[in-house]
Each structure stands twice: as structure tokens, then as C-alpha cells.
């Protein structure tokens, strides 16, 4: 793995932004989805399925994989790469975000976070230092510092206070980190939706220096107006030569909000989670799969879309097999969302290469006005 982790920015419109990532295991187009592998598979997915449908990177969940099946396991298997049978870029965020969702079960102090497993109740103390350890144990490509995510709302000193904290959180992550070439660290900013606090946390982080940031602490309660009030100006905070992600996001809607704001890199279980609840996302918006609707409709479910389920099954057939609860309702579906999202990722960087972005834009929202298509 003699190549370094880079990135080039090769076109802006407006302030969207597309580019490549340079990674030892391959090139990660920009803007980017990343379908998420939590317990070291996307679920109802083949890894080559995944990358059929235009993926160039997922994202693995270093608490789920510290409890299940083990970091030093993975390790001794291999890592994770060979483990998942995924031989492409793997980000894994830091842990923190699902244990700070644990409430009752976890304690926080400045050391870090002591909390009790969900799965046998066990104890178990996350820090700055053990997440770098697990992540290098997994062999991630792309590192996320360990930070506190409050949930919103909160006040402007509870978020101050976390921030901070998680500020030198990432100081003790770059310090653990240590010089791993091939390897990146990315820092998260986090303040809420104060932007005083945003810039003082963007501030720090590029004081440590890091090799991509991520924008934390969204989507996690505040709503899209919120959100995107703070993409207004936060993204601008940032080194323009580094990546910039935002984490957990999202619905369509949302990521092309973010990308038109400048953001690089997203991640969400929502493709695969909707296919699993017969929830499709097609130019049109969402299509109910379950509705009775569908049950004598022979066409599929977008005549655009060259996915396997669009390519060769019906309407009707998808709602018969998710009625009946068989397991290729959740594969079908879930191809379809992924594919959906990347063919939207795609969109998006042509769009942005060819300075047409507010048309693309325009476009995407007139199409998702007009609905699903009229039933037969």
C-alpha cells in the first residue's frame, strides 16, 4: 500500500464540490454516499452487489464490531476487509455516536465513556485511545475521532461544554492515531447549531490538523431547516483541501441540500432500512410497496431505474413476495434504494463537473413533486 490518502478537488459549482479521494485500496468519487455495513455487512446485500450498484466506499460501526464479533478477533481473521469480503475503502466512525445513544446504560467523564453492552449487558470502557485501537485492529482506511454527540435541542452551554470536550477528545484520537501512512483521520466539528461555537470547534481541529473533517452533531433531531441553516455557513469553516462529510444524512433531499452546501461525504441507513419496511425511493419519492395498490400492477417500480428489480420484476411480484415476508422482498428492495442513491450521487457529480448544478436541482424537485406514477 505505497499510495498516500489524498484529495483533489477537480470542479465547483457554485459552493458544491466535486472531487476524488485517493485511497491504497482505490479511488472514492465525490460527493460520495457510503451504504452502511454496521455489523460488517449491509444488510439483505451481496459485497459485490454493493459495489454493482456504484459504491466505492462503506462504513463499518466500530461499537457493533467491538462487541460482535470482536475487534482483536477481526484482527486475528484478517481485518475487516477480508473479513466482510469488501476489498474496497472502509470508513468506520468512532463508536461514540451509538454510545451516547445507551443513556441509562453509560457514564461520561473526561477519560471517556464507560457503558454497559445491549447485547449481554457486559462492561466495556470506550476512550479517544481504545476507539484509534479498534479501528486500526479493523484496519479502517478513514478514522473518525471519538466525540461526544448531544442529542438536540440542547442549551447553548450543554453543547458548549460537549464541544469543548470533544475537542480534546480529538487532540488524544490524533495523538493515538499516531503516523499511519495509507491511513486517514478525520476530526468532527461539532457546536450545534450556535455558530460561534462551530467555528470555535473548526478552529481547533485545524490547530491539530486533520485529513478530512466531518460535520457532527445533525440529524439528530433538529429537522432540515435547522440542518441546512447550519450547512450555510459551517462547511466554510473548513480546510477547502480536505474532504468534508457529513454524518448520517440522509434522505434525498437532504444530501442534495448538503452537497449544494459544499459537502463531500454522507452516510445513511436509510436505502437499506426502507427497503427492509417495503419503502422504495424512486425519482418520484418514496412508493409504498405494501399498498394494496400495487398487487395487479405489471410494471416495475421506475421504468428509469437499471436495477435488478426494476430490470426484471414487477410491482405486483415485489408486493406479493413482501407480503408474504420472503427474504428477496428485502434484497430486491434494498438493491433498488441503493442503486437509486448512487445513481443520484452520479447525477450529482456530472451535474456539478458540467456548472449545471441548479438545473439538476430544479429538476430533482420538480420530479419529486409530481408523485409516484398513477396507478393502472
Known amino acids: 500500500m505505497a499510495q498516500k490518502f489524498g484529495f483533489e478537488?477537480?470542479?465547483?459549482?457554485?459552493?458544491?464540490?466535486?472531487?476524488?479521494?485517493?485511497?491504497?485500496?482505490?479511488?472514492?468519487?465525490?460527493?460520495?454516499?457510503?451504504?452502511?455495513?454496521?455489523?460488517?455487512?449491509?444488510?439483505?446485500?451481496?459485497p459485490e452487489s454493493v459495489r454493482a450498484t456504484g459504491a466505492d466506499i462503506l462504513l463499518g460501526n466500530t461499537y457493533h464490531l467491538m462487541l460482535r464479533p470482536g475487534a482483536e478477533r477481526i484482527a486475528r481473521l484478517g481485518g475487516l476487509h477480508k473479513f466482510m469480503n469488501w476489498d474496497r475503502p472502509i470508513l468506520?466512525?468512532?463508536?461514540?455516536?451509538?454510545?451516547?445513544?445507551?443513556?441509562?446504560?453509560?457514564?461520561?467523564?473526561?477519560?471517556?465513556?464507560?457503558?454497559?453492552?445491549?447485547?449481554?449487558?457486559?462492561?466495556?470502557?470506550?476512550?479517544?485511545?481504545?476507539?484509534?485501537?479498534?479501528?486500526?485492529?479493523?484496519?479502517?482506511?478513514?478514522?473518525?475521532?471519538?466525540?461526544?454527540?448531544?442529542?438536540?435541542?440542547?442549551?447553548?452551554?450543554?453543547?458548549?461544554?460537549?464541544?469543548?470536550?470533544?475537542?480534546?477528545?480529538?487532540?488524544?484520537?490524533?495523538?493515538?492515531?499516531?503516523?499511519?501512512?495509507?491511513?486517514?483521520?478525520?476530526?468532527?466539528?461539532?457546536?450545534?447549531?450556535?455558530?460561534?461555537?462551530?467555528?470555535?470547534?473548526?478552529?481547533?481541529?485545524?490547530?491539530?490538523g486533520f485529513d478530512g473533517y466531518a460535520v457532527g452533531g445533525l440529524a439528530?433531531?433538529?429537522?432540515?431547516?435547522?440542518?441546512?441553516?447550519?450547512?450555510?455557513y459551517a462547511p466554510g469553516y473548513l480546510p477547502e483541501d480536505r474532504p468534508r462529510y457529513l454524518m448520517g444524512v440522509g434522505k434525498p433531499d437532504d444530501i442534495v441540500g448538503a452537497v449544494e452546501r459544499g459537502i463531500d461525504m454522507m452516510d445513511c441507513v436509510l436505502p437499506s432500512r426502507s427497503g427492509r419496511t417495503g419503502q422504495a425511493w424512486t425519482p418520484r419519492g418514496q412508493v409504498n410497496i405494501k399498498n394494496a395498490r400495487h398487487q395487479d400492477d405489471p410494471r416495475p417500480l421506475d421504468e428509469s431505474c437499471g436495477c435488478p428489480a426494476c430490470r426484471n420484476y414487477s410491482r405486483a411480484y415485489l408486493h406479493h413476495v413482501f407480503k408474504s415476508q420472503e427474504i428477496i422482498a428485502s434484497m430486491l428492495l434494498t438493491w433498488h434504494n441503493l442503486h437509486y442513491y448512487q445513481d443520484l450521487m452520479l447525477g450529482l457529480r456530472d451535474a456539478i463537473a458540467a456548472g449545471q448544478l441548479s438545473g439538476f436541482v430544479a429538476q430533482f424537485h420538480a420530479t419529486r413533486a409530481q408523485g409516484d406514477i398513477e396507478p393502472l
Open 92 to 208: 468506520t466512525d468512532s463508536g461514540g455516536f451509538q454510545v451516547m445513544s445507551l443513556s441509562g446504560l453509560r457514564k461520561l467523564t473526561e477519560e471517556g465513556v464507560r457503558f454497559s453492552s445491549h447485547v449481554d449487558g457486559s462492561k466495556h470502557m470506550l476512550s479517544p485511545e481504545r476507539s484509534m485501537e479498534i479501528q486500526k485492529l479493523l484496519g479502517s482506511d478513514i478514522v473518525m475521532c471519538f466525540d461526544e454527540c448531544p442529542a438536540l435541542p440542547a442549551t447553548e452551554a450543554e453543547v458548549a461544554k460537549s464541544m469543548r470536550l470533544s475537542m480534546r477528545w480529538a487532540q488524544r484520537s490524533r495523538d493515538a492515531f499516531g503516523d499511519r501512512p495509507g491511513h486517514a483521520l478525520f476530526g468532527i466539528m461539532q457546536g450545534g447549531v450556535t455558530p460561534d461555537l462551530r467555528a470555535e470547534s473548526a478552529e481547533k481541529l485545524r490547530e491539530i
Open 220 to 232: 439528530v433531531g433538529e429537522g432540515q431547516e435547522a440542518m441546512f441553516g447550519v450547512l450555510d
Open 9 to 46: 478537488l477537480k470542479a465547483t459549482d457554485g459552493r458544491a464540490r466535486m472531487g476524488v479521494i485517493s485511497t491504497p485500496r482505490g479511488e472514492i468519487r465525490t460527493p460520495a454516499f457510503m451504504p452502511v455495513g454496521t455489523a460488517a455487512t449491509v444488510k439483505a446485500m451481496m
